[in-house]
């Protein structure tokens, strides 16, 4: 029976190198820019009164809980506290049914913004991110 197998390529032989903790906190870092482009889009989605409450306030929950996780565990407690507020407001917006333009949420917005461009060495928005109804 003739031999089927293909050889194998170099590269799929390699064993990629060992991260460390301190190179995933630096991707997490770069990836910050992202996040920051992210929350600006959800909170442009509180600012459309043709959208909902309920999901709008829903995706801002998950997305500031996703982030607080990481911030604590890259060790980045200003991050991690600003979005534990914006989670808690989403959470309580969410539960009251409240409008869009919930006070507590907007401050927790800009609270959040204000760190993540902090850590992006961004500049600060010229603007409040969640636009006034």
Do not use: W
Not at 20 to 47: I, K, M, P
Not at 64 to 72: E, F, I, P, T
Not at 110 to 130: F, I, M, N, Q, R
């Amino acid at each position: 029976m003739p031999h089927t197998e293909r050889p194998r390529s170099a590269g799929k032989n390699c064993v990629p190198p060992e991260l460390t903790y301190e190179d995933v906190r630096q991707s997490f870092l770069l990836r910050l820019g992202s996040e920051q482009t992210r929350l600006t889009a959800l909170a442009a989605a509180l600012g459309s009164p043709t959208d909902a409450p309920a999901p709008a306030f829903g995706d801002l929950e998950g997305f500031a809980h996703r982030l607080r996780g990481a911030a604590a565990i890259f060790d980045f407690p200003e991050l991690r506290d600003a979005s534990r507020a914006l989670e808690l407001a989403a959470n309580t917006a969410l539960a009251e049914q409240a409008p869009l333009n919930e006070p507590r949420v907007r401050i927790a917005i800009g609270s959040l913004v204000a760190k993540l461009t902090l850590l992006t060495g961004g500049s600060p928005p010229a603007e409040d991110p969640l636009p006034a109804h």
